[in-house]
Every structure is written in C-alpha cells, then in structure tokens.
C-alpha cells in the first residue's frame, strides 16, 4: 500500500512541477575577511578567504515554494598569519559545504547547513604540525541585489567546527579547529 501512495504522490509531483522545467544555474565568487575565535583567536590574525559556489539544476515554475532543485558545490579557502610573524607559521582552512538549505525572502539569504573543515597548522612554536578533518555547522545571512544576470553579494558566516585538541611542545592543550565568523562580498551569475 506505502509504495502505491508514494508511486502515485511522484507522478502527481513530476506532473505538477517538472511539465514545464527549465535549466536553473548560478556561479557565486566571494572575497572576504575570516575572524577567529576561542583559543585561536588570541593567536591568528584576521584572514583572507575565497570562496566559490557552483549550482546546476531546474527551475520550478509550478511549485510555488521551491524556485529551483539541483545540486551545488560550496568551496572555501583560508590562509591565516599568526600575530608574532613567526617564520614557517602555516594556518590554513579548506571548507566544502555538504548540505546547505538557502531560503530568500526577496533580497534576504539565510543559509544553514553542514561542512566539512580541513584544518592544515605549522606552528613552530608550540610543536604542532597536524592536519585535520572536521564536520561543522554552519549558518549564513546575507543580501543579494540583482542586477541583470548577475547579484551583487554581501555575507555573514558563522561556522562552529568540532573540536581538535591537540598537545603543544609545552604541554598545554589547544583546539586547533575553533570557531570562525566571516564576511564575504563578491558576485554571483545566474543562467
């Protein structure tokens, strides 16, 4: 009985909504400042981040609460100095958003989601030489202004990685993931 109503609900939806489908896709480029916090924070200055985000999938003309379905890809890079300019100092992010949820409400975008966070650290002075893979939350408002084919975009993004604590030459315990808030601005294209 189950798979005759979910047999029947998916011929309802691919009539409704796909009829009249047509491509939906979008590059998004960023540039923006990244600010860490907890025990990080004391030690890096703010860093420089990039960030690219590709979206390929179709428009939904007749369901009115989704404008577009496909998949997406959301990559992050960060490259952090610490605040004494140690020599050979290395702090580094690579982020890719594996799920996120974008809901706009006109200009207004507010974006949950989920992320993984490849955190690279060289710190001579502690002893710490690691690389790390973490899965993060994440969560991001920001304003889009279309202009043509294109937006102008301006986010806030707040992301809290688990932790990775790890051991310093001095027998002091740090995490070395820690949580970022980051401010992007840049443009995105739509097809």
Known sequence: MFRYLVLISLIIISQAGFAKTQVAAHV???YGQ????????????????YRLKLFGGAKLPKIKFLSAVGLGLD??????????????????????????????????????GLSWVVTAVNDPTTGINE????????????????????????????????????VTSAGEKINITGNFLSAYAGLGFYF
């Open 28 to 30: 998004e480029f960023e």
């Open 34 to 49: 990244s600010y860490g916090s907890d025990q990080m924070n004391g030690r890096l200055d703010a860093g420089k981040i």
């Open 75 to 112: 990559f992050t890079y960060s490259d952090f100095k610490d605040k004494s300019n140690t020599t050979n100092f290395k702090y580094q992010r690579f982020t890719w958003d594996w799920i996120h949820i974008p809901v706009n409400i006109g200009i207004i975008r507010l974006i949950p």
């Open 131 to 166: 690389k790390s893979i973490r899965p993060a939350f994440s969560g991001s408002i920001g304003v889009g202004i279309p202009v043509w084919r294109f937006k102008f975009l301006f986010d806030l993004k707040a992301m809290h990685v688990f932790e990775d604590t790890e």
